[in-house]
């Protein structure tokens, strides 16, 4: 070879169809970048279709209670100056008082509900659930003088039971030691402003026997479900026919069962365990899983009606209480959706690339091995066949379940490239196995899509197996010779030119 057969580069078949290649690859990347913009403007209209569902129905729930509180005033006379400038003020302190059960528990179960704007759904639920709490003795809610011959007024202990957001409450029944109350909206209490109360008989604080409170909720929601432990021992249990539920907060199940038809779940906790108990008596907002406030339990945005009640009541200056700093204790159930139509074909153009690449080097084994000549504009169509699989996946997924969706945009590209390798390679014979190695490319992505915890175990396993089949296949390839071949194909080439 001389040095004037590398003057032009672009005269060697293999550098040219290398960098041919590598131009196709590029251009295949692009499109597969468009695709995936694609889903996320989807996975935008499906958040956008969230926030509506949650605007017009409710949004996650959050359980504290029950809690009995009374609003207190304690007043006192304050002398200062003498003689002509002696004068009487009077000095006030409000504050809460607040009794939490000793026993808390809570049997829920929760049915969900599919609801839809468009082609979009929304995973709903109905919680119902049935509340028991014990209070030994309501000593809580005896109020303590400040100040020697001050005076007090309390006014009448209020049993509340806060929910997250008030507008999912369908139904909701209490029994005080067996006896029927009558419960109204609201909570009265500063923070904690959404939900329900019944007003208790004053008598009541005096009372020695202990206090049982049965309460009976049905709750619409979205996304999740979380619960607060303020009982000195607490026992929730949770069934619901949802098989994806994703427990997270500040303490896990202590026993849970996850099957294909759904999942049951109980958690004890007890006081010696958890800050909750001391985290509501400051004022505490519940947080969700990511650690940000729940937007619900803001004491500035306290319920005008409970407002207006609370100065009626004299407790005006503890609804102007502000939270305290930090976020109280809760443990919560979401009721995630791990192969919802976006997520996974999201997660399946994450393996475009991969695909785009196996099949280039099954189109290249083919023309080593049975000396054939692929031009890179047939390259580029079959890239482009490939790449249209992600987009017919996505679009049919919108409208059929994702199994169908696949079937069909996987059965329509495998018999689309079989054909077109028929004519590409030469035969029927060598275009069949190029479809049947498509068709396994396929099967081994919704292998993995539906992998949740071992698709990267299983991933690598599989691409192993193929690199090792490659150099097997490969094994015995002379690839100086081949270089040479095609080096010197260029210079015959070149000299008839």
């Known amino acids: 070879m001389t040095l004037r057969s590398w003057s032009n580069p672009l005269k060697h078949p293999l550098i040219t169809k290398l960098f041919a290649l590598t131009l196709v690859i590029v251009l295949l990347m692009f499109g597969l970048s468009m695709i995936e913009n694609v889903v996320r403007d989807r996975q935008y209209y499906r958040s956008e279709t969230?926030?509506?569902?949650?605007?017009?129905?409710?949004?996650s729930q959050t359980l504290i209670g029950p809690i009995i509180h009374s609003a207190c005033v304690e007043s006192w006379d304050v002398v200062t100056g003498t003689g002509k400038d002696r004068s009487v003020q009077e000095v006030r302190r409000e504050f809460m008082l607040a009794a939490l059960p000793e026993n808390l528990k809570l049997n829920t179960g929760a049915q969900m509900e599919e609801r839809a704007r468009g082609l979009h759904k929304v995973n709903a639920y109905t919680l119902k659930a049935h509340v028991t709490a014990e209070w030994p003795s309501l000593a809580a809610l005896q109020p303590k003088r400040s100040t020697k011959d001050s005076r007090m007024q309390c006014g009448a202990p209020i049993l509340m039971m806060s929910v997250g957001d008030a507008r999912g409450i369908r139904t909701a029944q209490m029994e005080l030691d067996g006896k029927s109350m009558a419960l109204k909206p609201g909570t009265f209490h500063p923070i904690y402003t959404r939900g329900l109360h019944a007003s208790l008989p004053d008598s009541i604080r005096d009372s020695k026997e202990p206090v049982s409170v049965s309460i009976n909720l049905e709750l619409v929601g979205t996304k999740s479900v979380a619960f607060v432990p303020i009982g000195g021992t607490n026992d929730v249990q949770m069934q619901s026919s949802w098989p994806h539920p994703s427990f997270t907060g500040r303490f896990l199940p202590s026993d849970r069962t996850v099957t294909d038809e759904g999942f049951s779940a109980n958690w004890r906790v007890s006081s010696l365990a958890t800050t909750a108990p001391q985290d509501v008596l400051i004022g505490r907002r519940v947080c969700n899983a990511s650690g940000d406030a729940d937007e619900y339990y803001n004491g500035s945005r306290m319920d005008s009606s409970?407002?207006?009640?609370?100065?009626?009541t004299a407790a005006s200056a503890v609804a102007a209480m502000q939270p305290a700093s930090g976020c109280a204790d809760s443990f919560s159930v979401a009721f995630v959706d791990p192969v919802n139509p976006y997520s996974l074909s999201d997660r399946a153009i994450k393996y475009g690339v991969l695909f785009i690449a196996l099949t280039f080097v099954a189109v290249g084994l083919f023309e080593l091995m049975k000396r054939l000549r692929v031009h890179p504009v047939q390259?580029?169509?079959?890239?482009?066949?490939?790449?249209?699989?992600?987009?017919?996946?996505l679009s049919l997924s919108e409208h059929l379940s994702f199994g169908v969706s696949y079937a069909i945009a996987s059965s329509a590209c495998v018999l689309l490239l079989g054909y077109y390798a028929s004519h590409m390679l030469g035969s029927v014979r060598m275009g069949?196995?190029?479809?049947?190695?498509?068709?396994?490319?396929?099967?081994?992505?919704?292998?993995l899509l539906q992998l949740e915890q071992t698709a990267l175990v299983?991933?690598?396993?599989?691409?192993?197996?193929?690199?090792?089949?490659?150099?097997?296949?490969?094994?015995?390839v002379n690839w100086y010779e081949l270089s040479g071949r095609s080096t010197s194909?260029?210079?015959?080439?070149?000299?008839?030119?």
């Open 50 to 59: 969230e926030r509506n569902v949650v605007q017009s129905l409710a949004g």
């Open 458 to 476: 299983v991933g690598s396993i599989a691409l192993f197996v193929v690199l090792g089949a490659v150099m097997i296949l490969t094994r015995k």
């Open 379 to 393: 390259y580029l169509l079959v890239g482009a066949a490939l790449c249209s699989f992600f987009l017919l996946l």
């Open 432 to 447: 069949i196995p190029f479809g049947i190695g498509i068709a396994l490319l396929y099967s081994m992505l919704y292998v």
């Open 489 to 497: 194909r260029a210079t015959v080439e070149g000299a008839e030119a």
């Open 306 to 312: 409970n407002a207006a009640s609370a100065v009626e």
